[in-house]
């Protein structure tokens, strides 16, 4: 699975990420709110650990952004210290799948994301994303661009996905280089060059590049895919 951990205690968000890790999961972590719905509502995970003590802004706040504003379905695993009843309720009120109080055992994490993963991938819960024609389906990174499928290489699946989650937003160099690669490159050729055969690809499929260049600024998909 392709987990993302939201938790601001260093020493958890090791022990969750080493454990995940080793057993062979794909793992992603944020020791903040902000950037925690950022990289939930720009990549696509099949789960998230959610801590509900968070700076910048808290687990429940999140789950409500995530649900009813980017309306994304991912399944949550709330962590939190508090075990009272209103607090597990209002949890679930607000969108989280299910909920553990701290301490928890590193298995029964795992053995409930596992479950929680094994229900939802049962139902379509990702919503195709769109510009225009052209589309990318987040659970089998299949694109098609005026009735044309193409294809792509992974780093540019990936571009493209982070472009298309937001159509019209500028997205800076350095913004894609993280979240692509997990951090800036040295030289401006890496992102060039992926960028290129992203392009060239759109381009012989749809007709034109719906990709912008903003210089010194960043890239933007045109909203309307043209």
Not at 4 to 24: H, K, M, P, S, V
Not at 88 to 93: P, Q, R, S, V
Not at 142 to 162: S, Y
Not at 163 to 184: F, K, N, Y
Request: hydrophobic share 40%.
């Amino acid at each position: 699975m392709r987990i993302l951990i939201i938790e601001d205690d260093a020493t958890i968000a090791a022990n969750l990420y080493d454990f995940l890790e080793a057993r062979g999961h794909s793992i992603d972590a944020a020791a903040d709110g902000v950037t925690g719905l950022h990289l939930a509502v720009t990549q696509t995970f099949d789960a998230i650990v959610l801590d509900l003590g968070l700076p910048g802004m808290d687990g429940l706040t999140l789950t409500r952004k995530l649900r009813e504003e980017a309306h994304i379905e991912t399944p949550i695993l709330m962590l939190t210290a508090r075990d009272l009843l209103d607090d597990k309720l209002e949890g679930f009120a607000r969108g989280a799948d299910d909920y553990l109080v701290k301490p928890f055992s590193l298995k029964e994490v795992e053995a409930r994301l596992q479950a929680l993963h094994k229900r939802s991938s049962g139902r379509v819960t990702t919503r195709m994303l769109q510009a225009g024609t052209l589309t990318l389906d987040p659970r089998t990174m299949a694109v098609n661009f005026a009735g044309n499928d193409v294809k792509l290489p992974p780093k540019c699946l990936r571009i493209l996905e982070l472009l298309i989650r937001e159509p019209g937003r500028v997205v800076g160099r350095d913004e894609i280089e993280r979240l692509v690669w997990g951090e800036a490159q040295e030289t401006s050729d890496t992102l060039r060059s992926h960028l290129h055969m992203l392009r060239r690809a759109l381009t012989a499929a749809g007709g034109h590049d719906p990709v912008e260049t903003l210089h010194g600024i960043g890239y933007r998909l045109q909203s309307g895919g043209h």
